[in-house]
């Protein structure tokens, strides 16, 4: 039903989707599976019309639809589940259902009782019957994707496009929208799933296509793309070894940072519960928990950001008091996970600003000095940082708050939503790093493996609280089992 | 029996007792509070029509006084050059059709452009218009304005019916469009374009539909004003502060309301004219007042409303 061919597409020199190829039939699911920035979704949107392919064609029932616009797509009987979307929030449930039963006719004038039927129908059969008069605001998530399920079964298409149907769902949501999916298949449409990996759709999908650097490198049924070797060389990396450190660091001495029964709280809620934890100078520590353990709120509070109880001691004397500004001037820099990049800014530009303070020599030798820490920056100097992909993103994030000379760099899940390989680039940075500068860290990471090769110390913070403190050799035996 | 949905409307609602209020007037007003309506109810059409573009399809037009000018020279100079020999009422008609003409003219390159770049070309074309008016000198009147020879009428209360009967069927033709399924799709444009034309619409025909529809009664009102007035000229017709005011007066009356935009329309022209004696301090004031209204309820004064009801 659905056949594309050579699609390509460049966003000015970043080339998202390379000379893909893959068809779906009818009653057929296909799976169309990559880590972050891998061209997926760029692929998506260019067979609905969203994007137009820079070259390559997009067959549907074996007319060429690549460059048309997405209501010409939409007429000929594909349809898109959106992941987010701006639903109408002043209208209710049943009235943003019937927008997308409304033709696209301007004599549209009367509402009429035969949408209202079909779109009572369409809502019973994705489960909002109950809900129909609430808006949008008022809904649950799972309800919120519903919706969305909902407006693409009005438009009765025969090819469904679906982006990331379980993101962010509970277990037994994802087992009913993964029946409302396969109900498509059923009817004889045809269906393609976008989605990261392979293992959250394999029970669903009939074939996979796996991408990566907007590139196909495998595809056939679940099982075969998750035996195939590209594909577990992408996901898994390579082995994550202890990366061996030349000169130790200082083991006694003074703490450069030194927290003290620090306590946060939410309104009534303790985010950090009297954590107490030092990082010498030279040292890289990391601060390992699961999502919501405290590690954000912990660095938020050394730098200012959130008003605490107990005592943050910087180089000796107590930066209560201080501007989170005056902080960072002090030498803590954190590079928080959400990355803050300047999104219409220029890699230079962002870096640039991040150095500000430097003398214009100096600011020279530190961008080059980073550009050979993170090469693939060299590239995209001229790059608006909006445009990067997810791991040039972070890598972006980390050289601009080295800009700044920290003495103290706080590193908040360097890690967070990135693909295993891109993993292994930002790893061998920390290394080298780690390697070249006498600069101290403060790891937060979720992902153990990650983080365990270049600490010199780990902490452990479970639901606010410190759970264990080492060195890294003794935590498979004595934190391991805890902590996954 | 209950009451039929449009009549729980709360806008519809505020709309009727607005017109039964208005019906009242004439029987109590004096001909100067008569007169003041009269172009309160005219700028009310002018809000509306904003409303429309601005509250349902989400774009920001800065420029209502394009249409609105273009209607009001194009009905004034037919009149100046062909009166007596054409009615009044055909010259009204072209004014309004000049609108729309030079509506899609500014818009169908204007809607290419996304986000802010629509409202620049919108308000661009503000001051063309006001420029080719003084170029024009010898057909538009220039800076002193242009006089047409026909009036509606002399009675300040036939004048006062004639106009509040307009606002009464531009509101109920416009609130009725903003209801309608096109309004559902014209919301739905304006706050996701990319979904929406995923689901099948043509996004820039939708819109292009309601910029005309904004510039026809835009048009229509601009014309029938000048023949109110018996004058037509920049300060009152083309001026961007005449503009200002009225995307001021939607906003104040309530975003994607339409019938919001009439009340703050009327709202905004009569406390002007209540603090008159205060001199330059008035303007102030009520801007003052839209300020804090704009800042404090962005849902405006329907609202305000609204909102109270709701906590009942």
New interface residues.
């Given amino acids: 039903m659905l056949e594309v061919e050579q699609l390509t597409k460049r966003f000015g020199g970043l080339v998202a989707v390379k000379n893909l190829g893959f068809s779906v039939r009818g009653g057929e699911i296909l799976g169309l599976i990559g880590p972050n920035g891998s061209g997926k979704s760029t692929a998506m949107r260019c067979v609905m019309g969203v994007d137009a392919p820079t070259a390559g064609a997009v067959r549907f029932e074996g007319r060429d639809i690549a460059g048309l616009p997405s209501h010409k797509v939409s007429r000929l009987g594909v349809g898109l589940v959106f992941q987010h979307s701006r639903p109408l929030n002043r209208q209710t449930v049943l009235e943003n259902i019937k927008v997308a039963l409304i033709p696209d006719r301007l004599g549209m004038l009367l509402h009429s009782a035969e949408i209202d039927d079909r779109a009572r129908a369409i809502a019973e059969r994705v489960g909002l019957g109950a809900v129909l008069d609430r808006k949008p605001p008022t809904l649950a998530f799972a309800d919120l994707r519903r919706m969305e399920l909902a407006k693409a079964i009005a438009q009765h298409p025969k090819l469904v496009l679906v982006d990331e149907p379980f993101a962010g769902l509970t277990a037994t949501e994802v087992a009913a929208f993964s029946e409302l999916i396969a109900e498509f298949r059923a009817e004889g449409r045809a269906v393609l799933l976008v989605d990261h990996n392979v293992k959250s759709v394999a029970a669903l999908v009939d074939r996979a296509v796996a991408m990566y650097l907007g590139e196909k490198i495998a595809e056939g049924t679940a099982a075969e793309v998750m035996r195939d070797e590209t594909v577990r060389r992408v996901y898994l990396g390579g082995a994550l070894v202890r990366a061996a450190r030349d000169a130790a660091p200082a083991a006694h001495g003074a703490p450069l940072l030194e927290v003290r029964d620090v306590e946060v709280r939410y309104g009534k809620a303790l985010a950090v519960q009297g954590v107490s934890l030092h990082v010498r100078e030279g040292e890289f520590v990391a601060l390992v928990g699961l999502n919501g353990a405290g590690k954000t709120t912990l660095f938020n509070a050394i730098s200012g950001l959130v008003r605490h109880n107990g005592e943050v001691r910087w180089a000796g004397a107590p930066l209560e008091g201080l501007t989170p500004a005056a902080i960072a001037r002090g030498g803590i820099v954190q590079c928080p996970e959400t990355r803050e990049l300047f999104g219409d800014m220029t890699v230079r530009e962002n870096l640039e600003l991040g150095g500000h303070r430097l003398e214009p020599t100096a600011l020279a030798e530190r961008l080059d000095w980073l550009f050979d820490l993170f090469p693939i920056l060299r590239e995209r100097t001229g790059q608006v940082a909006r445009t990067l992909s997810g791991g040039e993103q972070q890598m972006l994030a980390i050289a601009r708050a080295l800009m700044m000379e920290p003495r103290l760099l706080i590193l908040d899940e360097p890690t967070l939503g990135l693909a295993p390989v891109i993993l292994e680039t930002l790893s061998n940075a920390l290394h080298r790093l780690r390697g070249s500068t006498r600069l101290t860290v403060l790891l937060g990471e979720q992902n153990v493996t990650f983080a365990l090769p270049h600490a010199d110390r780990l902490y452990v913070i479970d639901h606010g609280r410190l759970a264990w403190e080492g060195e890294p050799d003794r935590f498979e035996t004595e934190a391991a089992d805890a902590y996954l | 029996m209950a009451p039929p949905s449009w009549l729980r409307s709360r806008p519809v609602v505020a709309g009727l007792v607005i017109l039964a209020l208005g019906a009242c007037v004439p029987l109590v007003g004096s001909g100067y509070v008569l007169g003041l309506l009269t172009v309160a109810f005219y700028t009310a059409v002018f809000a509306m029509a904003w409303d429309l573009l601005f509250g349902f399809a989400g774009e920001v037009n800065f420029g209502p006084t394009f249409l609105i000018g273009l209607g009001a020279y194009t009905a004034g100079i037919l009149d100046a050059r062909l009166a007596p020999n054409v009615s009044l009422w055909l010259c009204v008609l072209a004014g309004a059709a000049a609108a729309v003409i030079g509506g899609v003219v500014l818009a169908l390159p204007a809607l290419r452009v996304r986000g802010p770049y629509f409202g620049l070309t919108t308000l661009v074309a503000v001051l063309m218009l006001q420029n080719m008016v003084v170029v024009f000198a010898d057909l538009t009147g220039g800076e002193i304005g242009l006089s047409v020879p026909d009036v509606m009428s002399v009675s300040a209360t036939a004048n006062y019916w004639i106009a509040f009967g307009f606002m009464a069927v531009s509101g109920a033709i416009l609130y009725?469009?903003s209801r309608?399924?096109?309004g559902?799709?014209l919301?739905?444009s304006g706050?996701?374009p990319?979904?929406?034309?995923?689901?099948?619409?043509?996004?820039t025909?939708?819109k292009l539909?309601a910029f005309v529809v904004s510039a026809f009664f835009s048009g229509l009102a601009g014309a029938l004003m000048v023949f109110y007035m018996g004058t037509a000229s920049v300060g009152t017709f083309v001026d961007i502060s005449v503009g200002v005011q009225i995307i001021v007066a939607a906003v104040l009356g309530g975003r994607?309301t339409v019938i919001g935009a009439a009340i703050g329309a009327v709202f905004l022209i009569a406390m002007g004219e209540a603090l008159r004696p205060l001199g330059e301090l008035a303007t102030l004031i009520v801007s003052l007042l839209a300020l804090l209204v704009v800042l404090f309820f962005p849902d405006g004064i329907l609202g305000m409303l609204q909102g109270r009801s709701r906590r009942d």
Avoid at chain 2, 194 to 203: D, I, K, P, T
Wanted: glycine share 12%; aromatic share 8%.
């Fill in positions: 009725g469009l309608s399924p096109i559902l799709v919301q739905a706050q996701d990319v979904q929406a034309g995923a689901l099948g619409f043509n996004v025909k939708h539909f994607r």
